[in-house]
């Protein structure tokens, strides 16, 4: 049985992830599901501007940016842009807890700016879900 949330690839291990979320509990549920996922390269920003930060700080650009939608000091779609105006080619998965239409228009902005977007999910997600829309980025 191929089930995607019970192995890693030898390819997941070697990749590398941001969390930008100001919410301490989903930093930690999604970092616990992207190591039972294989990353174990994991980064985590509170805030679209410490994600920046972070992301200058980093060896390499990340494969992933998970990227909540709602955030203080400066929200999700003020970071997509930026990772546009700094040609990010690795996949962004949005997330949020409210708002559904808002995160529509978050991910239709990021398309526009050329990102590449790999989902849209509202929490909590399934580790089986962030799994099937990860693997998308090997498609």
């Not at 301490?24 to 992207?34: C, G, N, Y």
């Not at 390269?41 to 679209?48: C, L, P, R, Y």
């Not at 955030?71 to 080619?89: H, N, S, T, V």
């Not at 050329?114 to 089986?128: E, W």
Request: proline share 6%; with cysteine; glycine share 6%.
């Amino acid at each position: 049985m191929n089930d995607p949330t019970r192995a890693a690839s030898p390819q997941a291990a070697s990749k590398l992830a941001l969390v930008v979320d100001d919410d301490p509990f989903s930093q930690e549920i999604f970092t616990e599901m992207l190591l039972s996922l294989g990353v174990t390269d994991i980064h985590t920003a509170a805030s679209g501007r410490l994600g920046l930060r972070a992301l200058a700080a980093l060896p390499r650009a990340p494969d992933f940016v998970i990227c909540d939608v709602y955030m203080p000091d400066m929200d999700g779609i003020e970071f997509l842009a930026e990772l546009a105006k700094r040609a990010y080619q690795g996949g962004v998965i949005l997330v949020s807890g409210l708002d559904i239409t808002m995160m529509a228009i978050a991910q239709q902005v990021a398309i526009a700016e050329g990102l590449k977007m790999l989902g849209a999910l509202t929490k909590p997600v399934p580790l089986a879900v962030l799994a099937e829309v990860m693997a998308q980025a090997d498609r």
